[in-house]
């Protein structure tokens, strides 16, 4: 096995609409299982037009799964069956266990300039489908950039880089999650463990990917072979990219909308109880 990871796959996203008819990018979901296993799902929202957007997500269920919302410029402003409400802003990440059963509402702000956010779909192993929910909001200014002397500049979202632990710390699944800046015609190498899942998105520039020099350009996601290290090295105007990492979960998958569980029979139940009033635990 190569010690550089090759790019398996490239994707560049499917038009999809969600919510109350919020048009997004999808880069990967249902048809996609189980390749990126233990991530489910990958959505980049926003647009420069409020109307493709505004509509937001309004009271919708989850449960078997955590979600990631990474705001890269806006706002979007939610409440839960917690209790829980408030903004999530450009920069800001909001990490929510769906753990047993959360309702929540997910709501977009008009913005003059453009929206745009990230949302990644971690699955939960078995065991872990019914615990209690619980979510946070990380500030900004607690994400922390790593600078390193040839100017790349990592944000350590969730994981470890370099000895440096990213604030988002109890998804189970125990991702890695950056966002990285490289300056141009600079290289990158990031060491991962052999099994691991790993892909990379282009928030902007352009990039290569492995040593076959593939140019990967904005909104292109590519997913890795397996291997003991990730190459990237960054084109002529410089590269920003999200790096997802982490350790497949094995187990069988069945999902329905906006529930992830292991069987059928787990879907059906959950269906049930949202119905008869007893999703929430
Ligand atoms: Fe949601």
Redesign the pocket.
């Known amino acids: 096995m190569s010690k550089v990871r090759k790019i398996r796959s490239i994707f560049s996203g499917k038009p999809t609409y969600e919510g109350a008819g919020v048009k997004l990018k999808r880069l990967f979901g249902y048809n996609e299982i189980p390749i990126f296993d233990p991530f489910l799902l990958l959505d980049d929202f926003g647009s420069t037009n409020p109307e493709e957007y505004i509509a937001g ?1 309004p009271w ?1 269920p ?1 449960r078997g799964i955590e ?1 990631v919302t990474y705001m890269i410029h806006g706002i979007v402003s939610h409440s839960d069956s917690l209790g829980n409400k408030g903004d999530i802003e450009g920069g800001q990440v909001q990490w929510m266990t769906a753990g047993s059963g959360i309702i ?1 509402q ?1 709501m977009p702000q008009k913005q003059d300039d453009f929206l745009r956010g990230l ?1 990644l779909w971690v699955n939960l192993p078995s065991k872990y489908k019914m615990i209690s929910p619980r979510y946070q909001d990380i500030k900004d200014s607690d994400i922390f950039p790593v600078k390193e002397k040839n100017g790349v500049q990592v944000k350590v979202i969730a994981g470890l880089y370099k000895g440096t632990r990213g604030p988002v710390k109890e998804i189970i699944c125990d991702p890695q999650y950056l966002d990285v800046w490289i300056p141009p015609q600079k290289v990158f190498n990031l060491s991962q463990e052999k099994e691991n899942t790993v892909f990379i998105y282009v928030i902007n520039g352009e990039g290569y990917f492995d040593i076959t020099q593939k140019e990967f350009l904005e909104g292109q996601l590519g997913l890795f072979g397996k291997g003991e290290e990730v190459q990237v090295t960054s084109g002529k105007h410089g590269v920003r990219f999200i790096l997802i990492s982490g350790k497949p979960i094995g187990e069988p998958i069945t999902w329905r909308g ?1 529930i992830v569980m292991n069987s059928e029979e787990e879907l059906d139940q959950a269906f049930e109880e949202y119905r008869n009033g007893s999703f929430i635990k």
């Open positions: 997500f919708h989850h979600t929540h997910e949302q906006p």
